[in-house]
């Protein structure tokens, strides 16, 4: 079984926008609602792409404000200017 | 006129500008004279250039994110004191987890901090200095706004205020003390792994994600915003250590039965200390959302896997103790909460015997363990305490002499038999609560033959207030602990019948009447 990579965010409306990229880039995405948090689980690899967090919101968008938002990841971590890359080798 | 743009630099070439090439080797002195601890624990490093933060945070990304967290926090902190948020919290009950947790957390950070420092001293290579300094300036600022958060609860109830004495005295905070304290006399390899890996991996997943997650619920802004803003540092501090552990397996062979015995003996530490964390979870909220039972679960079991599957391509195995801490899931915070409520006069915080809504709610999250096991004992009680016949034990605990733990837990496949070991050192007999804390002990016998245990201490006259003559003819070890630990009395005992639950239901009439 794959094993999933995960992040978890306060929930808030940049988070809203970041989830939705992250929903529209990884079609087997999860999204699981808690109380004040939202965390998202992705069998073996989760991409977060900057292009589609900044249609979201509407305006540009450094990849490193995720640190202001992060609960916690699961995963081997790949960051880029263009992409966040949490990833479990199977 | 032209204006000719240069290209910004990506992140790659940023943290490595920023980083590793703001380093240098010595040469007045040798470098291996210089960081000599790197050597000490047998760990074989070939090239430290080969060590990448993957998170690759500079040093001036790192202030403005921080400084934009600390902006947040305050805010929120200063809004819910300016509105009385105290009164909002669920019931009074909820303010007794906030005793336990910021009562014995601060302490914890602040060894973090100094351990972390010490640890971007010793390490050789810049990527892992500049990332443990990072960390041990946001387990500073944990210390510090957990403090905060304390303190305008500390206006209004009682226990609050002795938390820095009681750090090294009081018996339940010896397991919290002794994990540090153990870590930080590593050397700079087993640190990382006992921090960075099993402390932040096992522990902070649990305690500030489901339990913060649960404090919010509760009407506790103050909490809940110091736990996730603390939290969104941990994501880069579990990142360091995973980092470090695959750093180590990648350098030489020879390093993995040094790391494997490094990650069967933290990842047990970190589950012994988890058990008070569950209790909380299950038994100090009044408004539940999760077990602590789904929450391992979820962080530990599938998490765990996850990185223990993945890590077997070092041979690295599943920790010895995995299959023990998945039988004790369904114990171990029961057997928490009945020990913490059989010595009402020895916590600055209240217990209580959980409602029948709440006895409900346990035998529906722990259907295999609680009715048969644990609801009897609180049937029991609670006619007691009808009877007027509150239950006190009154004798000093006896602890683990590795996790100080009191020893309670039960005996692996035997819930109503209590698990007890001992071995004879130099002549001496010493007990623990489990087999994996005798193995840590006579791996490294030495050490643990100095851990401090209070309640065993006490007993030979070690835990006295100051100007106790203990050669007096009516001297009697132990009578006097509550000045020992300079236990306000208000705090302790039975939440029923509290001064703090008074007060809380006098303010909160006031709030809504006029």
Known sequence: MTSNAFIAFQ??????????????????????????????????????????????????????????????????????????TLSWEA | MDMKVSKKLGLKERYTMMTRDLAWDTTFQPMDKVFPQVGYEGIKIHDWNAWEDPFRLTMDAYWKYQAEKERKLYAILDAFNQNNGHLSVTDARYINVLKLFLGSTPPLELMAARGFSMVARQMVGAGPRVACMMQSVDEYRHFQTQIHSISNYNRFYNGLDEFAHQQSRMWYLSDGKSFFDDAITAGPFEFMVAIGFAFEYVLTNILFVPFISGAAYNGDMAAMTVGFSAQS???????????????????????????????????????????????????????????????????????????????????????????????????????????????????????????????????????????????????????????????NNKTQPMNCQVCVSTIKFNEPGDPMEMCFRETVYKGEKFHFCSDHCREIFEDEPEKYVQTFISSHAALQGKCEPEGTDVNAHDYRPGARMHAYWRMDKRASGDFNGSEDQKNFAKWRAQATQN
């Open chain 2, 233 to 391: 540092d941990e994501a880069r501090h579990m990142t360091l250590g995973l980092e470090c552990i695959k750093f180590m397996l990648e350098q030489d062979p020879d390093n993995l039965p040094i790391v494997q015995r490094w990650i069967d003996k933290w990842t047990w530490r970190g589950t012994r200390k988890l058990a008070s964390v569950g209790m909380m979870m299950d038994y100090m909220l009044p408004k539940r959302i999760m077990s602590f039972k789904e929450a391992w679960e979820i962080y530990f079991e599938q998490n765990g896997t996850a990185l223990f599957t993945d890590l077997a391509r070092y041979g690295v195995k599943v920790p010895k103790c995995f299959d023990q801490t998945i039988e004790e899931k369904e114990h171990i915070t029961h057997q928490s909460w009945i020990g913490f409520y059989m010595k009402p006069d020895a916590t600055p915080f209240h217990t209580w015997m959980p409602q029948p809504e709440e006895l409900d709610w346990l035998s529906e999250k722990y259907p295999n363990t609680f009715d048969t096991y644990y609801r009897p004992v609180y049937e029991h009680w609670i006619a007691q305490e009808k009877a007027g016949k509150r239950f």
């Open chain 1, 11 to 84: 929930k808030n409306e940049e988070t809203r926008c970041i989830v939705e990229a992250i929903v529209d880039d990884n079609p087997a995405a999860v999204v699981v609602d808690q109380p004040a948090m939202v965390k998202v689980d992705v069998p073996g690899r989760l991409v977060i792409k900057r292009a589609t967090v900044e249609e979201k919101m509407g305006r540009d968008f450094d990849l490193q404000e995720l640190q202001l938002h992060l609960i916690t990841i699961s995963g081997h971590l790949d960051e880029s200017d263009d992409e966040f």
